[in-house]
């Protein structure tokens, strides 16, 4: 079967190509460990999988089972994080559980809308448990980003189906404020209560280090794992991650690597552009809540989560209401 490449796809075929040859290179000048390097190389692999399995699954008509399969998932989730408690199953970490729950409740939503039958009311029940799964994680941000997209939930769904064409660009400019309130916030000498209370003061000794490190190595970064090497919070596997994609991008590998995962980002929501109005409005919105959350939290590490948003765009953007299999 012949495969049609648009001009997107060769883009981000060729941005996976840059990022890697620069993680790599950056690893090897830096004579940092392949396990450092691992995360960066792992976390845009499975995005880029991701969006193929969505759009392999719209392109052929989303099946039964998968429907099936999201609501088993979501049972299983909600099941980790109230039974097993909230930084367990199924990532391990309380953030990164609510990071995968609005991730895969937009994917069930996405097919819901794009089924039809008992599918349909499947993939509404896996949306809703996933989406029911996020307080129980004790996440102040995933709660935040969970509501905000719930509102776009209530739009989406309510009242006929819109274009909208300013949900792509109003979804990126949050992303984009939100990213510079976070920089201003690390570059502040004295925080407000108001910023300890909602980023904590470990964040603050964490964001400052990782710019110290940037400073040092502004076009190239200290090298995958360097910022491990010099943190002062470093004594467990939560802290030795900045907490801050970009900060986390920018000391490690530079302007270089922070201009690479902007595009990334970029790319993201450009693919959600010829997307049916409903699922457009779905995509943009989960896409904008995760990378905001990247914002506070370490959540790229860990692939389900890479995986399941790259199904949001891939789902999204091949998205046609109500037309598949049910």
């Known amino acids: 079967m012949k495969v049609h ?14 990022w890697g040859t620069w993680v790599v290179a950056s690893a090897i000048s830096h004579e940092s460990a392949f396990a450092d390097a691992l995360p960066y190389l792992t976390a845009p692999t499975f995005g880029a999988l991701g969006v193929a399995a969505g759009r392999l ?22 099941a980790g994080v109230t039974v097993l408690g909230r930084a367990s199953s199924p990532l391990g970490y309380a953030n990164a559980n609510a990071a995968l729950a609005v991730q895969l409740s937009a994917v069930a939503a996405i097919t819901a809308l794009s089924v039809r039958g008992q599918a349909r009311s499947w993939a509404i029940w896996a949306a809703a448990l996933f989406a029911v799964a996020v307080p129980w994680t004790l996440s102040r941000a995933g709660l935040v980003l969970l509501i905000a997209y719930l509102v776009a939930v209530a739009v989406a769904t309510i009242g006929p189906a819109k274009r909208r064409p300013w949900v792509i660009p109003a979804s990126a400019l949050m992303v984009v404020a939100a990213g510079a309130t976070v920089m201003h916030a690390a570059r502040m000498s004295e925080w407000p209560p108001a910023y300890t209370q909602a980023f904590s003061s470990a964040r603050r000794q964490l964001w400052s280090e990782a710019l110290g490190l940037w400073a ?5 970064g200290g090298g995958p794992g360097s910022f491990r090497a010099i943190g002062g919070l470093t004594l467990d596997s939560d802290t030795e991650r900045v907490h801050m994609s970009v900060l986390q991008v920018g000391s490690e590998l530079g302007i270089i690597g922070v201009i690479l995962f902007a595009t990334f980002v970029l790319l993201a929501f450009v693919q959600l552009v010829p997307a049916e109005p409903r699922s457009r409005l779905l995509g943009a919105a989960a896409v904008a809540a995760l990378f905001i959350h990247t914002f506070v939290d370490h959540l790229l590490e860990f ?13 999204a953007s091949h998205s046609r209401s109500g037309v598949n299999r049910a």
């Open 303 to 315: 692939p389900a989560i890479p995986l399941a948003m790259g199904m949001v765009v891939g789902l």
């Open 216 to 220: 040092k190595h502004p076009v190239t």
């Open 5 to 18: 490449l648009s001009f997107i796809d060769r883009a981000g075929i060729v941005l996976l190509g840059l």
């Open 57 to 78: 699954l719209q392109t052929r008509g989303i099946p039964r089972w998968f429907a099936a399969s999201l609501l088993a998932l979501s049972v299983y989730v909600l």
